[in-house]
């Protein structure tokens, strides 16, 4: 009789020799040093990085889109239209009309409150005929300046009493326009359509610092006008007893 189980592998062999599908291992896991699969722990990063650009780009657009609607950019905007020479921007962001009438106005409550012996009565009676004269003038001299390159610029003529020149190189040396440096922008107030701008500003020959006021208000494409320094008054006195207190 046949021995069958001697031509039969057994049940041992054949396990050792086939291994099954659940024993095989895919060629494309194999593993790095800490035991991640290593594709995986390359897509993994890849996504991170990614989602850490998205945020990065997300937030560089929101700033952007916030900062272009602030008054401090458009205050910017107005620097930057003086020196390119670009009128129709200035006259967009400010309100000559009413940043001249006001500038009038707080100049002769100036002199009033800093000269106790002015007829008050008086000075503001020839400054009610004079103020449209004077603020028409200056308006169109400061968009000539504006325009038009120095060499471009003509000297006034000789015969002229006091043009408008010397009235405003007057008006820069008694509000100390004229040497005083822009430091930076201090707090915004914003209440509706309107806001409030404080410009940090420092006096190299006082050795002291000013803080001016400027009101400004939203035009409809979301950036802002200057309509006038709310405290002009108060800087130019401020900076006359500054100037006495030097002497």
Excluded: C
């Excluded at 205050?75 to 309100?95: E, G, M, P, W």
């Excluded at 930076?184 to 914003?190: A, D, H, L, P, Y």
Aim: proline share 4%.
């Amino acid at each position: 009789m046949e021995n069958n189980h001697s031509t039969t592998p057994d049940n041992h062999t054949k396990n050792l020799t086939t291994p099954s599908p659940i024993e095989e291992v895919p060629s494309d896991t194999t593993t790095n040093p800490s035991g991640y699969p290593k594709k995986t722990g390359i897509a993994l990063w890849i996504k991170i990085s990614l989602t850490l650009l998205t945020l990065i780009l997300l937030g560089t657009s929101f700033y952007f889109l916030y900062w272009i609607r602030t008054p401090e950019y458009s205050l910017n905007l107005i620097r930057a239209s003086v020196k390119q020479q670009d009128v129709n921007t200035f006259q967009k962001h400010v309100d000559l009309d009413n940043l001249l009438s006001h500038s009038f106005d707080s100049l002769i409550e100036a002199q009033i409150e800093l000269d106790p012996k002015i007829n008050a009565q008086l000075v503001k009676g020839m400054a009610f005929f004079a103020k449209p004269i004077a603020t028409t003038a200056l308006k169109g001299y400061i968009l000539n300046e504006i325009s038009t390159s120095k060499l471009e610029r003509k000297a006034p003529e000789p015969t002229d009493k006091k043009s408008n020149e010397q009235v405003v190189n007057d008006f820069s040396k008694k509000s100390g326009f004229a040497s005083l440096e822009f430091k930076g922008f201090g707090s915004t107030k914003t209440d509706g359509d309107i806001a409030l701008v404080e410009i940090e500003l420092f006096d190299k020959e006082l050795k002291k610092d000013f803080t001016l006021l400027l009101k400004m208000a939203k035009l409809d494409e979301g950036t802002w006008r200057l309509i006038k320094i709310e405290n002009l008054k108060q800087h130019l006195v401020e900076y006359s007893k500054a100037q006495k207190t030097k002497e």
